[in-house]
């Protein structure tokens, strides 16, 4: 029997900024938390409320953000450190969702526009206005997100990108790191693409299910040191990654939390994973 742990745990507090690494993240039913502060719980929108991500702005890549006692912090190159404030609720859009947010105050908005070279503004999630997931993929579980592209978790095995990377080198091309994937959990002990046909993770009182194979976009190829952006690795995944169905190529999985909720999850953790075949 393969012997699967948790290799990696991330969280990304502004949707589409650089993630917090970290060893333990607390389970709720909307994703993953370090320290008070949830996954995607933060959002760059424009003058119109529509989210910004790094597929137009790749330069959000170079913006940190640091969970310091319970609070965000934002570390915005050339900047001093801002924090975010407390405004006014707006109603902001992700793809299709219509839902509401509330404004992180002047100093984000200013720090943020000087960095991408346009008018921006960052918003809070709104938790008076849930935002359920597509009852396609999650049926009458309930799942809720909040601003992720749909779902509340991304997980990916380590010998998926250990894979794509041996494709790249035989290409003459250099290989990627995990964070052009932006995952939640990464699994150690799978085969490649494993993660494709699993249903469940289970880790303790802790159980995730897979929903949904996760469709991917330019983010991928660009680099999270220095924002540059090149063709690798989605002209590589293109090759033997493409799915029909879902209109693009595939790497990863979504997950929603079933079980669990109130739990944490910690770097090392063993779990056993259950396959649909």
Known sequence: MQRVTIAGLSIYPVKSCRGVDTAQLHVLPTGLAHDGIRDREWMVIDPRGRFVTQREVPEL?????????ARLELLVPGHAPVAPGTGLPCDVQ?????????????????????????????VR???????????????????????????????IGRASLDDLNARLAANGFPSVPMNRFRPNLVLDGLD??????????????????????CT??????????????NLEPLRTLATYRRDDRLAGVTFGMNAIVVAGAGATLGVGDETDVAFRF
């Not at 299709?96 to 991408?116: E, K, N, P, T």
């Not at 799942?143 to 749909?150: E, I, M, Q, R, V």
């Not at 991917?216 to 952006?229: F, K, L, M, P, V």
């Open 61 to 69: 890549a170079l913006v940190r953000a640091v969970v310091r006692d």
């Open 192 to 213: 490649p693409y494993d993660e494709d046909h699993a249903d469940t993770i289970t880790t303790g009182p802790v159980t995730l299910k897979l929903v949904k194979p």
């Open 94 to 122: 992700v793809w299709g969702a219509h839902v509401r947010g509330i404004d992180a105050g002047d100093d984000c908005a200013s720090a943020l526009s000087a960095h991408v070279g346009r008018d921006v503004r960052m």
């Open 125 to 155: 999630f709104d938790d008076r206005q849930p935002r359920p997931c597509n009852p396609d993929y999650v049926g009458a579980t309930g799942a809720t997100t909040l601003f992720s592209d749909g779902y509340p978790l991304l997980v």
């Open 216 to 229: 991917r976009c330019e983010i991928t190829t660009t680099d999270q040191d220095t924002a540059r952006r």
